[in-house]
Structures are given as structure tokens and as C-alpha cells.
């Protein structure tokens, strides 16, 4: 019953600034601590950003570059990237936690939008 669809992932050229979406159904979105998550091909998935309420939590690595936004009005989880590169091209899922926010803990997944970023 839980839903999780993400959009907004297509092919890019690098230096682009996309902006992904993810529509949620099932559950209420106010309560639960939303995720954006990637993996690309040879590696593990990691952690790009989490938002619950007024908490923000970024990867480091990825810091600056991306920036989550939970729009509680339309019940949308929005991912903003800038300046991608070729090294960000990966599948990216949003994901939901009714409990903690720590990555383990995401229990609700979308099945994945792709970002493709040509140099």
C-alpha cells in the first residue's frame, strides 16, 4: 500500500542541474523521515541526503552539490543537484522511515530513477 515513485532522472550533460521528484502514497508524509539514496553500477548504495521535520543530513562527500527539500504542502521529496558529473550517473531512490533516520532503517523504497551524465 506504501508507494514511493521518483522521477525527474534522465540523460544529462555534465554541468547539469536537475531536479529529482518523488510522490509518495500510503502513509503520512509528515511523519516519516524521507531519503534519497543512489548506487551505481560495481558499487554499494549510499546515502545521499535525509530530512525528517527540521533535521538535514548530507553525505559528506556529496555536500554543497545536492540539497533535499521535503514539501510537505504537496507531499513531494525533491532532490536538487547541481554541476553533475559523470561520477554521479547512477540509479537514485527515494526512500521512507516511520522509526529512525539512520540509512539502516529505510523500510519503504521507489523502484528508481536513472541519471545518466555524458561528459
Known amino acids: 500500500q506504501v508507494q514511493l515513485v521518483e522521477s525527474g532522472g534522465d540523460s544529462v550533460q555534465a554541468g547539469g542541474s536537475p531536479r529529482l521528484f518523488c510522490t509518495v502514497s500510503?502513509?503520512?508524509?509528515?511523519?516519516?523521515?524521507m531519503g534519497w539514496f543512489r548506487q551505481a553500477p560495481g558499487k554499494e548504495r549510499e546515502e545521499i541526503a535525509v530530512?525528517?521535520?527540521?533535521?538535514?543530513r548530507y553525505r559528506d562527500s556529496l555536500k554543497g552539490r545536492f540539497a533535499i527539500f521535503k514539501d510537505y504542502t504537496k507531499e513531494i521529496l525533491y532532490l536538487s543537484m547541481t554541476n553533475l558529473k559523470p561520477e554521479d550517473t547512477a540509479m537514485y531512490y527515494c526512500?521512507?522511515?516511520?522509526?529512525?533516520?539512520?540509512?539502516?532503517?529505510?523500510?519503504?523504497w521507489g523502484q528508481g530513477t536513472q541519471v545518466t551524465v555524458s561528459s
Open positions: 500510503g502513509f503520512i508524509f509528515r511523519l516519516y523521515c
Open positions: 526512500a521512507a522511515s516511520r522509526e529512525y533516520c539512520s540509512s539502516g532503517h529505510f523500510t519503504y
Open positions: 530530512i525528517d521535520a527540521d533535521f538535514t
